[in-house]
Every structure is written in C-alpha cells, then in structure tokens.
C-alpha cells in the first residue's frame, strides 16, 4: 500500500494566539512556507509560538512542530521550527527520524528548509565560532534509511545536495546583518554516535573536504526527494581530532561553543527567514518531472 500525504494535527500547546498570518490553514493549522530545522542546542526559535503533534506514515516526528511568526515589509510570516533531536536532544543523530521531520513540515505547508547544524573543522582556518554554508556533501553513514522511495524507477538528481538559490539567499541575508559567513565548502556526514578517530579525521581533510558532522544527511536528500528547498548552516564547534595531535573532540566542548552562539545564530536567522523570497524560481519543485511516485506527497 502507498503511504498517503495524509496529515493529522492536533495542539498541545497554544502559547500565543497570533493574528495576521500571510498563509492559509492546513486542517486548521496555519500553514507555513518557511522552516527552520534546529541543531545540538537549538531547541527554539520563536517567541509566542503553537506547538502542533503531526503525525506521519513515518511515525512521529522529533518533537511537535512550533509555527510562529517573523515581521516582515508585508506583515508577520508563518516559519515553522523543528529540533533536529528533538527537546533535551532526546535523538541522537544516527536515530533522528529523519523521514518523519521532513515529511511533517512538508505537510505544513514548508516548502523551504534553512538547517543550522554543529560541524568540526577539517581545516584549521575554520575556527570555532566560524559560519559556513556548505555546497557539497559526502555520505559517510551506513544505517540510515535516506528514501521515501522504496518502489519503481524514482532517481533524484543529487549533483549539487543543497538548492542553489536557497543557499544564496542564506549568504545574502547573513551579509546585509554583517556577518561573516564562509561560501562553499564539503561537508562530510559520518554515521555516530561516536566522533572520528585522528586517522579518520586525516583521511577526510586529505580529500580536500572541510566539515564533518553527525547530521545533516540523510536529511538533505529526504529534502530532495519531497521537491523541498534545502540549505545548511554549518557552525563550527570545535577542530577536528586530525588537525591537531594534543587535542581530540569533546561532547561538553561542542555543546559548549555551540550555546555560545545560539543566540547569534538565532537573530541572524530570523533575518534570513524574513527576508526570503516564497517564490521558487529553482529546480527543486520539478524534482519529480517523469516520473511515477510510489508514494503520494503530502
């Protein structure tokens, strides 16, 4: 049987009742285009946001879907938020219900992802505190189910992982609220939970790669395959275990750097989600063009 898009929605927990929502309403929730998808210690977004369970044929998602809004020219906008691992990181990344998250935002309406993400650097001008939005991606993982699309001839163009105009956009709008933000770059995404041995680390940065994280694939191409807009942004917390003979990688110390910057990262990204245009003028909503889906999208 295919999975259907259905989409069952019920508040848990209405924090604020906004008024002046620009989008319509999906089984009476307000739709939104727009997604933020939170990294290691990015568990909010949004002020004065509704938190929605939204049930999937992939199970549940990491945690209920908070929609709040964003002021903008024309008036507040609909951005939904999601953490990657869920409420006190209740996910670890090689367990995170990848299918599930993006399916449930897309049956909000979110057709445009922005994923800030905790990274190591594999090159030493990329200190912690560094922003980077990556363009590549290598799949290092080895448990992960990173398809809908169990049945029939379904072969998503992968070339470039990440929407180019997304991804311009991010680097626009983090440039107008000065912030410097590295353009370009492959990140490598390796199974966890554990952190890389130094050899590993090495044999990563010898190929010319500049991040390793735990997420972030397969989440990009379930992105992909859902014809969604998907872009990084990659927070660097800490130098690789190869960069350096004396130092290794630390859970307290990637948490650490990474809540030194949250709230950084947070205002920069109001601003990007603000900022973006909701028309898709890329190839992303025409992902599926000749083919027959085996599942039906929500």
Not at 213 to 237: D, S
Not at 246 to 252: L, P, R
Request: aromatic share 6%; charged share 20%.
């Amino acid at each position: 049987m295919r999975p259907r898009g259905f989409l069952r929605i019920r508040d848990i927990r209405a924090i604020s009742t906004e008024e002046g929502f620009a989008a319509g309403r999906l089984g009476g929730v307000t739709a939104a285009e727009i997604a933020v998808i939170g990294g290691s210690g990015f568990y909010a977004f949004l002020d004065g946001a509704v938190e929605h369970v939204v049930e999937t044929p992939y199970g549940s998602p990491s945690a209920p879907i908070a929609v709040g809004t964003v002021d903008t020219d024309s008036g507040p906008r609909p951005v939904a938020f999601l953490p990657r691992h869920g409420r006190r990181h209740k996910h670890p990344a090689h367990v995170v219900p990848y299918r599930a998250n993006l399916w449930a935002l897309r049956s909000l309406g979110v057709r445009q992802v922005v994923a800030p993400c905790a990274v190591g650097s594999l090159r030493p001008e990329l200190g912690p505190g560094t922003l980077v939005a990556p363009d590549q991606l290598v799949d290092r993982t080895t448990s992960r189910v990173q398809t809908y699309f169990d049945q029939g001839a379904c072969h998503i163009g992968f070339a470039d992982p990440y929407c180019p105009r997304l991804r311009g956009e991010v680097l626009g709008s983090m440039s107008t609220q000065d912030a410097d933000v590295v353009d370009g770059g492959t990140m490598v995404v390796i199974e966890g939970p554990r952190f890389s041995t130094r050899a590993e680390s090495q044999w990563y940065a010898a190929q010319g790669w500049s991040l390793v994280t735990l997420t972030g694939h397969p989440e990009a191409v379930l992105a992909r395959e859902l014809a969604l807009c998907y872009a990084p942004v990659a927070l660097v917390t800490d130098l690789d275990a190869g960069l350096a003979a004396e130092e290794a990688v630390s859970q307290a110390e990637v948490f650490r750097v990474f809540a030194e910057h949250t709230d950084r990262l947070r205002r920069l990204l109001r601003g990007v989600v603000a900022g973006l245009p909701l028309k898709r003028d890329c190839a992303c909503p025409d992902v599926h063009e000749g083919m027959t889906l085996p599942v039906e999208l929500p």
